[in-house]
């Protein structure tokens, strides 16, 4: 069936931080620091209380230089930190190291059936196992994850990718976002293909936006299904706005920080 958009989370006025939920979100390496910073700050923009950031010391070296307003907390603190979260985020930038692998599994673990969104290289972790997440995750792969989370080609996801959405949803019990330039987001029986966005988007980096996107709309209490859909239409009407602005050439993901808002307000005046 079609999805149409859901509205956005109530703003009430006698509220807190806490009235708009903590995002945990496990992300960044040494290597791809920028990925962290990306996924925490989308978060932040669409309007999640509070988002906390846990990665390497380098990481958090850098994304304490870059935004003040992220919490910073180191990979020793998992447990302590995990319980609080209503929401965790994984993957963006994490490697598929070693340790990133047991950061990942030790995650899974020790999750209190917090919802959970699982990106990028969480994706690809993800893929050499097999989970069923009961409903309370979303997987955020492109085409290529898609192929590996399936185990087939990447001919066979780009051949019929809302079939390839539904199987994913399928074999891990999970909301799916497949993202494409008409991203489709599927829990296998309902479905909504994206209109919004255009090729600013084709740019490292847009991705772990996006993550952080979905992870500040489940923090305000959307349900999966729904924070989805509503954060990839917004994902693509920022990048939409952006390229106005700066060019469908010239646009880069962190340049989609600054248009989330001008997205929101587009929408509310719809």
């Known amino acids: ?11 009430p006025k006698n509220s807190n931080k806490g009235t708009f939920g903590k995002v945990l979100n496990i992300a960044g390496s040494d290597y791809m620091r920028g990925a962290g910073y990306l996924s925490s700050i989308s978060a932040l923009k669409i309007g999640a209380g509070y988002v906390e950031i846990m990665s390497s010391e380098k990481v958090l070296d850098t994304i304490s ?6 919490v910073l907390t180191p990979i020793t603190n998992l447990k302590d930190v995990i319980k609080d979260a209503a929401v965790i985020s994984i993957g963006c930038g994490l490697s ?35 989970f ?14 898609a192929s590996r989370l399936l185990n087939c080609t990447l001919e066979e996801v780009l ?5 390839s959405a539904r199987k994913i949803a399928e074999k891990y019990n ?17 479905f909504y293909q994206n209109t919004s966005g255009n090729s600013a988007l084709a740019k490292a980096g847009s991705g772990d936006v996006l993550c952080g996107m979905i992870a500040g ?34 646009v880069l993901a962190s340049d989609l920080l600054r248009y989330i808002p001008l997205a929101i307000i587009r929408t509310i005046n719809v």
């Open 217 to 250: 709309l489940v923090a305000q209490n959307m349900n999966l299904f729904d924070a989805s859909v509503l954060a990839v239409y917004l994902h693509g009407l920022a990048g939409e706005l952006a390229s106005k602005d700066l060019t469908e050439y010239g």
């Open 96 to 130: 598929t190291s070693e340790d990133a692998v047991k950061l990942f599994n030790q995650t899974l673990e020790l999750r209190n059936n917090q919802p959970i969104i699982i990106d990028a290289d969480g994706l690809n972790i993800l893929s050499k196992t097999k």
């Open 65 to 70: 230089t870059l935004a003040p307003e992220i």
């Open 1 to 11: 069936m079609d999805y149409n958009l859901p509205k956005l989370p109530p703003r």
């Open 132 to 145: 069923d997440f009961d409903k309370k995750a979303i997987l955020t792969p492109h085409p290529k994850e």
């Open 159 to 163: 051949k019929d990718v809302k079939t």
């Open 174 to 190: 999970c909301i799916t976002v497949l993202k494409t330039h008409q991203t489709i987001v599927t829990d296998g029986e309902n």
